[in-house]
């Protein structure tokens, strides 16, 4: 069976994953365009927009922080066309002794070969609401 090369913006997609997941906050930048917008939808004190770079890796750092390192993203699929990429992931952490395991997607525009704006949706978004309120 033929292999089909992935699309460019997926390769973009799985790289910031492999850098979030490593902790390497320079390569996830690179893949950010300096405007980006970051949207955490919800009611937790985390909901709005996270405006430019520094805003949203600032958010990264403090949801890894608050978890004591335990928040991580599994993918299970990343696709992408010329203007969008999405993938489907499975998020984890553990706050107060309570375990959080659940179904996302990440839907995100690409402009000039960056992630430019990003949406997260949880399966279910109340525990994340409960665990972290406003």
């Known amino acids: 069976m033929a292999t089909v090369a992935e699309h460019p913006n997926a390769t973009l ?6 850098a979030f997941s490593s902790g390497d906050l320079d390569t996830l930048r690179s893949t950010f365009q300096p405007d980006i917008v970051w949207h ?14 520094d805003s949203t890796l ?6 890894t922080q608050i978890t004591n390192g335990t928040f991580r993203l599994d993918v ?5 066309n010329d203007e969008h990429a999405v993938a489907l992931v499975n998020a984890h952490y553990e706050l107060g ?27 279910d978004p109340y525990p994340f609401d409960e ?4």
């Open 131 to 134: 665990q972290f309120p406003a």
């Open 13 to 18: 997609f799985r790289r910031g994953y492999e």
């Open 76 to 80: 299970h699929d990343i696709v992408a």
């Open 40 to 53: 955490v939808g919800g009611r937790s004190r985390y909901a709005g927009d996270k405006r430019g770079i």
């Open 58 to 63: 600032a958010f990264f750092v403090e949801l």
């Open 97 to 123: 002794g309570t375990s959080y395991d659940q179904l996302g997607t990440h839907v995100a525009h690409v402009k000039d070969g960056k992630l430019s704006e990003s949406w997260f949706f949880n399966w």
